[in-house]
């Protein structure tokens, strides 16, 4: 694979809107007077004119905070087979007493043990928490209540370091939904937080190791002592943690069903994790083998089907590198190779899960069966294959289409910081360099970790620095995501100014910035911060040496005001205000709204997009008044126009139909719908 890079954009074609189409359109399409096409940015590749609204940044959306429901087979051994552990009972009483408790102890079991407590609270349903959500953004979203719920905190250089504050929200969170929630967690906690704490210490390996077999469906209990032969008994050591201990049952079951022989499970045992992944390497192995091994590794615990497909996917990619010329990959036979072949080939299993849309469904999530050794697969597949390095970089980078680019920028952290590399930003600058959405999502995702990890930040924070004021449009395109990440959300004035810098540089990065800034307004903490900096952005400028710089700056301000306006998605006005227990019309930026929506309506380059978005809403609304588009309608609104429920006729309305003729019933409609919503949200018992 060639790393030479792909040349820079060229200017597309320019395109007017007629003054009549107001009414002919149903979403909104941000057309700019100076700069009306983004130069080819489109799903994949960034190449030819299209129009802005077809990039959305939809790899840096905030994900589900549910991730998946415990297997009933982990909460059958939870029940009936977990050895209790020293700290268990305080952990134990921490939750009952906060329902919040932040779990120590590494290499004790604690995500058993996490379920175990769960289930002795009472807990109705017990799910696991998304991992790439970020502890203070658990409070978000209602989840069931009288549920239990994990999330596994051990991420220090990525997750957001827990503070007091954000515990005390999470905690009275989930006092008020009756929910209980353990975080698993490796970080130094705070001053303020030992009130939250328990730390758990491992249990007798001998008795862990019995139970995992005494929770195998296919093992007699009577049989158990015959089966942890001395032979094995040997490798339980006092300090042995329970995965370790579980292991040691997995091979010997597996001698007792014949599928291993006995010297070779025991020399398992004595091994490493990264030693077996090399003997793995040295026999021979087809290709899909090889794809299996890396998606696993990359993908651990998500659903089977799509790190299958993401393995075949792999495949023919590293077909195509072998042969160029073939331009088809050999088709496999149905029947050459069942899923439990290529599963016990890999040391790998699956799991069920209940789905959370039925009780009769289930989910399919896949896993190494030794636990370390999703990180020495692919630690050893990087190592050894030099030629397959940037096979596998253009592979993750078409990943995000499965919501993959978080897992993908987590290996490839890890196996740049953990082994040696002449340049360890090779393959980053690579993908910032490239005409390729998905390319330069991930290399913003990466860079993010990277300037998270404080062995790291000092060395990539000029890099990206350097890359906001330069002029290679991909690689400006790619700074403007790291702060559509949690790296940037989590330090929204450093994130606005670089941001402001771009902007000025080029109106052509308008997605990109608009993708980073309503991502920054996901957080109601920033929302004044970026408000107030839209509202500089789109000042009208003058005759000013800056003028084509003040231009550019402008003309992306407008467009993110509209997005945060919610006039190019209705989600993001709602989702930058501070959640309350009583919603009611006062948005705490009144001014700030305000100035912002005359801008985009009064302004030549927004105002026809602004207005098609508005009736858009309106009809939708209409249809659905109960809704949460609606409510942020009225709120809207109701900011802009406070006075607007006191009148048959609105000056702000009447202006429309002026500027708009021939769209004068579509605005009636949409002033008949805005006030009825008033009424509906502002006056809620008086509507009942």
């Given at each position: 694979m060639?790393n030479v890079?792909?040349p820079?954009?060229?200017?597309g074609?320019?395109?007017?809107s007629s003054?009549n189409?107001?009414g002919?359109?149903?979403?909104?399409?941000?057309?700019n007077?100076?700069?009306?096409?983004?130069?080819?940015v489109?799903v994949?590749?960034v190449?030819?004119?299209v129009?802005?609204?077809n990039?959305?940044?939809?790899?840096f959306?905030?994900?589900e905070?549910?991730d998946?429901?415990?297997?009933d087979?982990?909460?059958?051994r939870?029940?009936?087979?977990?050895?209790?552990?020293?700290g268990?009972d305080?952990?134990?009483?921490?939750?009952k007493k906060?329902n919040?408790?932040?779990?120590r102890?590494k290499?004790?079991?604690r995500?058993?043990a996490a379920?175990?407590?769960l289930?002795?609270c009472?807990?109705?349903?017990?799910?696991q928490l998304?991992?790439r959500?970020?502890?203070?953004?658990?409070t978000d979203?209602?989840l069931?209540?009288?549920?239990?719920?994990?999330?596994?905190?051990t991420?220090?250089?990525?997750?957001?370091?827990?503070a007091?504050r954000?515990?005390e929200?999470?905690?009275?969170?989930?006092?008020r939904?009756?929910?209980?929630?353990v975080?698993i967690?490796?970080?130094v906690?705070?001053?303020?937080l030992?009130?939250?704490?328990?730390?758990?210490?491992?249990?007798?390996?001998?008795?862990?190791?019995?139970e995992f077999?005494?929770s195998h469906?296919?093992?007699p209990t009577?049989?158990v002592d015959?089966?942890?032969t001395?032979?094995?008994?040997a490798?339980?050591?006092?300090?042995?943690a329970?995965?370790?201990?579980?292991f040691?049952?997995?091979?010997a079951?597996d001698?007792h069903?014949?599928e291993r022989?006995?010297?070779?499970?025991?020399a398992?045992?004595s091994?490493?994790?990264?030693?077996?992944?090399?003997?793995?390497f040295?026999?021979d192995?087809?290709?899909?083998e090889?794809a299996?091994?890396?998606a696993?590794?990359?993908?651990?615990n998500r659903?089977?089907?799509?790190?299958?497909?993401a393995?075949?996917?792999?495949?023919?990619?590293?077909?195509?590198?072998?042969n160029p010329?073939d331009?088809?990959l050999r088709?496999?036979?149905?029947?050459?190779?069942s899923?439990s072949?290529?599963?016990?080939?890999?040391?790998a299993?699956?799991?069920?899960h209940?789905h959370a849309?039925g009780?009769s469904l289930?989910?399919?999530?896949?896993?190494?069966r030794?636990?370390d050794w999703?990180?020495?697969a692919?630690?050893?597949?990087?190592l050894?294959?030099d030629?397959?390095r940037?096979v596998i970089?253009?592979w993750?980078?078409r990943q995000a289409k499965n919501?993959?680019?978080w897992?993908?920028?987590?290996?490839?952290?890890?196996v740049?910081?953990?082994?040696p590399?002449?340049?360890?930003?090779?393959?980053?600058?690579t993908?910032?360099?490239?005409?390729?959405?998905?390319s330069n999502?991930l290399?913003a995702?990466?860079l993010?970790r990277?300037?998270?990890?404080?062995g790291?930040k000092?060395?990539?924070e000029?890099?990206?620095r350097?890359?906001?004021?330069?002029s290679?449009?991909?690689?400006k395109w790619?700074a403007?995501l790291?702060?559509a990440?949690?790296?940037?959300v989590?330090?929204p004035?450093r994130?606005?100014t670089r941001l402001?810098?771009i902007?000025?540089?080029?109106?052509q990065?308008?997605?990109?910035?608009?993708v980073?800034?309503?991502?920054l307004?996901s957080?109601?903490?920033n929302?004044?911060?970026?408000?107030r900096?839209?509202?500089?952005?789109t000042?009208?400028?003058?005759?000013?040496?800056d003028a084509e710089q003040l231009?550019?700056l402008r003309?992306?301000?407008?467009d993110?005001?509209?997005a945060?306006l919610?006039?190019?998605d209705?989600?993001h006005y709602?989702q930058s205000l501070?959640?309350?227990?009583?919603p009611?019309?006062?948005d705490?930026?009144?001014?700030?709204?305000a100035?912002?929506?005359?801008?985009?309506f009064?302004?030549q380059q927004?105002?026809?997009?602004?207005l098609?978005a508005?009736?858009?809403l309106?009809?939708?609304?209409?249809?659905?008044?109960?809704s949460?588009?609606?409510?942020?309608?009225?709120?809207l609104?109701?900011t802009?126009?406070?006075?607007?429920?006191?009148?048959?006729?609105?000056?702000?309305?009447?202006?429309?139909?002026?500027?708009?003729?021939?769209?004068?019933?579509?605005?009636?409609?949409?002033?008949?719908?805005?006030?009825l919503l008033h009424?509906?949200?502002a006056f809620?018992r008086?509507?009942?």
């Amino acid at each position: 694979m060639s790393n030479v890079e792909t040349p820079e954009r060229t200017a597309g074609p320019d395109t007017t809107s007629s003054k009549n189409d107001v009414g002919k359109h149903d979403s909104a399409s941000t057309v700019n007077n100076e700069t009306k096409t983004n130069n080819g940015v489109n799903v994949g590749h960034v190449s030819g004119s299209v129009n802005y609204n077809n990039y959305t940044g939809s790899a840096f959306s905030k994900p589900e905070l549910h991730d998946f429901r415990v297997s009933d087979h982990d909460l059958e051994r939870a029940k009936n087979h977990f050895v209790p552990c020293p700290g268990f009972d305080d952990a134990l009483a921490t939750l009952k007493k906060s329902n919040l408790v932040l779990l120590r102890g590494k290499g004790t079991g604690r995500s058993l043990a996490a379920i175990r407590i769960l289930v002795d609270c009472g807990a109705r349903t017990i799910s696991q928490l998304n991992v790439r959500r970020s502890f203070d953004s658990i409070t978000d979203e209602q989840l069931d209540s009288d549920g239990g719920f994990i999330w596994q905190g051990t991420e220090s250089q990525w997750q957001q370091k827990i503070a007091s504050r954000t515990a005390e929200r999470v905690a009275t969170w989930a006092q008020r939904n009756q929910c209980y929630m353990v975080v698993i967690i490796d970080e130094v906690l705070e001053v303020g937080l030992q009130k939250f704490e328990s730390t758990l210490g491992r249990p007798d390996s001998t008795e862990v190791a019995r139970e995992f077999l005494r929770s195998h469906p296919d093992c007699p209990t009577d049989l158990v002592d015959t089966i942890l032969t001395e032979d094995f008994r040997a490798h339980l050591r006092e300090d042995s943690a329970p995965n370790e201990a579980e292991f040691v049952a997995i091979r010997a079951w597996d001698v007792h069903e014949g599928e291993r022989e006995l010297e070779p499970a025991l020399a398992d045992l004595s091994r490493e994790g990264q030693y077996l992944v090399a003997d793995w390497f040295h026999e021979d192995r087809s290709t899909i083998e090889y794809a299996m091994l890396v998606a696993i590794s990359v993908f651990t615990n998500r659903d089977y089907g799509d790190v299958m497909s993401a393995a075949e996917e792999l495949e023919e990619m590293i077909a195509k590198a072998d042969n160029p010329e073939d331009k088809r990959l050999r088709q496999r036979k149905i029947f050459d190779f069942s899923k439990s072949v290529i599963l016990s080939s890999l040391n790998a299993t699956t799991t069920w899960h209940p789905h959370a849309k039925g009780a009769s469904l289930f989910r399919e999530t896949v896993h190494f069966r030794r636990s370390d050794w999703a990180k020495w697969a692919f630690r050893r597949a990087w190592l050894e294959y030099d030629l397959f390095r940037p096979v596998i970089v253009d592979w993750m980078a078409r990943q995000a289409k499965n919501g993959f680019q978080w897992y993908c920028a987590k290996a490839l952290h890890d196996v740049i910081t953990g082994l040696p590399h002449t340049d360890p930003l090779e393959h980053i600058k690579t993908l910032a360099s490239k005409q390729s959405l998905t390319s330069n999502e991930l290399a913003a995702e990466l860079l993010a970790r990277f300037a998270d990890d404080p062995g790291t930040k000092d060395f990539v924070e000029p890099l990206v620095r350097t890359w906001c004021t330069g002029s290679r449009f991909h690689r400006k395109w790619t700074a403007a995501l790291v702060y559509a990440t949690e790296h940037g959300v989590r330090d929204p004035e450093r994130a606005m100014t670089r941001l402001e810098t771009i902007a000025r540089s080029d109106a052509q990065l308008v997605p990109a910035v608009k993708v980073a800034v309503t991502s920054l307004l996901s957080r109601p903490a920033n929302r004044e911060l970026i408000l107030r900096a839209l509202v500089k952005w789109t000042r009208p400028h003058g005759h000013r040496r800056d003028a084509e710089q003040l231009a550019n700056l402008r003309s992306v301000g407008l467009d993110c005001a509209q997005a945060a306006l919610g006039l190019t998605d209705p989600k993001h006005y709602l989702q930058s205000l501070p959640k309350q227990e009583n919603p009611i019309l006062i948005d705490p930026h009144p001014w700030l709204v305000a100035r912002l929506f005359r801008r985009v309506f009064l302004d030549q380059q927004t105002r026809k997009s602004s207005l098609r978005a508005l009736l858009s809403l309106c009809e939708q609304c209409e249809k659905n008044p109960r809704s949460e588009r609606a409510r942020g309608l009225a709120q809207l609104v109701a900011t802009v126009a406070p006075d607007l429920h006191r009148h048959d006729h609105h000056p702000l309305f009447d202006d429309w139909k002026t500027e708009y003729p021939g769209n004068s019933g579509r605005v009636d409609r949409a002033f008949s719908t805005v006030q009825l919503l008033h009424q509906r949200y502002a006056f809620p018992r008086n509507s009942a």
